[in-house]
């Protein structure tokens, strides 16, 4: 399972907690604010259309890399995919999501940064897990693929 963040929008220290390093970690009103200082623009919020271009632009891009998407939820302020494992590194098939959700966004008139860097990876180790994580994203988000 793949998460990422919108620009801003769930920043280290966070009240609803966050994760570094695999590790989920509890809020620090400090480093919250600290790093809200360092901003260059304030946190991005997807709208329903610009969640629907996401979508698309992932689903158009999983297909080219031949990748089943079992889970999909793009969200205002983060996305989560539980896909397939593929022989490409992890690192660089978020790179080509995200870049394709960026490209699609800024076709339709989207200006400014959209992602934060990097992203959550969650395993699956057997059919259990991957049945959690795919009941995780349709449940909370209600977005079957």
């Not at 098939?93 to 339709?108: D, G, P």
């Not at 969650?122 to 959690?132: A, E, I, S, V, Y």
Request: glycine share 6%; hydrophobic share 35%; charged share 25%.
């Amino acid at each position: 399972m793949l998460t990422w963040t919108t620009y801003g929008s769930w920043l280290q220290g966070d009240n609803r907690g966050y994760v570094k390093d695999g590790k989920i970690l509890e809020k620090n009103e400090a480093l919250q604010k600290v790093n809200m200082k360092k901003l260059k623009i304030g946190p991005v919020e997807l709208s329903c259309q610009e969640r629907q271009i996401v979508r698309e632009a992932i689903l158009n891009k999983a297909e080219s890399l031949e990748q089943k998407i079992y889970a999909l939820a793009v969200c205002q302020n983060h996305v989560h995919i539980v896909a397939q494992r593929i022989s490409e590194s992890i690192e660089m098939v978020v790179s080509r999501y995200k870049n394709a959700a960026r490209l699609a966004l800024r076709a339709n008139g989207f200006i400014g940064r959209v992602w934060t860097r990097g992203f959550d990876k969650r395993f699956c180790f057997n059919q259990q897990d991957l049945k959690t994580r795919i009941e995780y994203v349709q449940t909370h988000y209600k977005q079957p693929v």
